[in-house]
Nanobody, 116 residues
Framework: QVQLVESGGGLVQPGGSLRLSCAAS????????MGWYRQAPGKQRELVAS???????NYADSVKGRFTISRDNAKNTVYLQMNSLKPEDTAVYYC??????????WGKGTLVTVSS
């Protein structure tokens, strides 16, 4: 079992910044991928960014140049630095963990609201 605890969501003005954190605990395999997904009201959940322990990184085109994913493998924690936030970034952001064997775990989500 892997538990994921997200933090850092909240209300922010357009153009502002926010930093999300996701701490994983439990039976963590040394080789894994962690990432962030988001789901806006009335829309499907979509990948925002992901990063493997091997260093492979992926970003959605809509966030490239604005968001940065990083991880601290020693702490089993991933971060999402969000800059130049737009109203369309408003969504519930979910942390995801995938082990080397393909087992998936999801966090409960944290709400990010970008509004003036």
């Amino acid at each position: 079992q892997v538990q994921l605890v997200e933090s850092g969501g909240g209300l922010v003005q357009p153009g502002g910044s926010l930093r999300l954190s996701c701490a994983a605990s439990g039976s963590i395999f040394s080789a894994n991928t962690m990432g962030w997904y988001r789901q806006a009201p009335g829309k499907q959940r979509e990948l925002v960014a992901s990063k493997s322990t091997g260093g492979n990184t992926n970003y959605a085109d809509s966030v490239k140049g604005r968001f940065t994913i990083s991880r601290d493998n020693a702490k089993n924690t991933v971060y999402l630095q969000m800059n130049s936030l737009k109203p369309e970034d408003t969504a519930v952001y979910y942390c995801k963990y995938v082990s080397y064997y393909g087992t998936e775990y999801w966090g409960k989500g944290t709400l990010v609201t970008v509004s003036s």
